[in-house]
Nanobody, 121 residues
Framework: QVQLVESGGGLVQAGGSLRLSCAAS????????EGWHRQAPGKQREQVAY???????GYADSVKGRFTISRDNAKNTMYLQMNSLKPEDTAVYYC???????????????WGQGTQVTVSS
């Protein structure tokens, strides 16, 4: 079993920055593609950014130029640097990863528990 744990959320004023982290833990696994999603109250969950095994990245139009996704494979940790935050970025942010779980002998998709980001105007 693999666990994803997000951290780094909080309250920030518009124009400010936050860095989210997503740490994966478990035994005998390797992470493939992963990404960040968010869900605002009353709205559907949407993908914000993704990063592939070879380091390719993609972003939602609403965050391009402001957010940067990265990963530290040695630490099994993914990051989301969020700059120039806007009130409309307020949401619960979730990390998601496709993981090869060698213990289970198959690939699984995992979600973290979410971290709240609130941007005040």
């Amino acid at each position: 079993q693999v666990q994803l744990v997000e951290s780094g959320g909080g309250l920030v004023q518009a124009g400010g920055s936050l860095r989210l982290s997503c740490a994966a833990s478990g035994s005998a696994f390797s992470i493939k593609d992963e990404g960040w999603h968010r869900q605002a109250p009353g709205k559907q969950r949407e993908q914000v950014a993704y990063i592939t095994t070879d380091g390719s990245t993609g972003y939602a139009d609403s965050v391009k130029g402001r957010f940067t996704i990265s990963r530290d494979n040695a630490k099994n940790t993914m990051y989301l640097q969020m700059n120039s935050l806007k009130p409309e970025d307020t949401a619960v942010y979730y990390c998601n990863a496709d993981v090869v779980d060698y213990g289970l002998g198959r690939e699984n998709n995992y979600w973290g528990q979410g971290t709240q980001v609130t941007v005040s105007s």
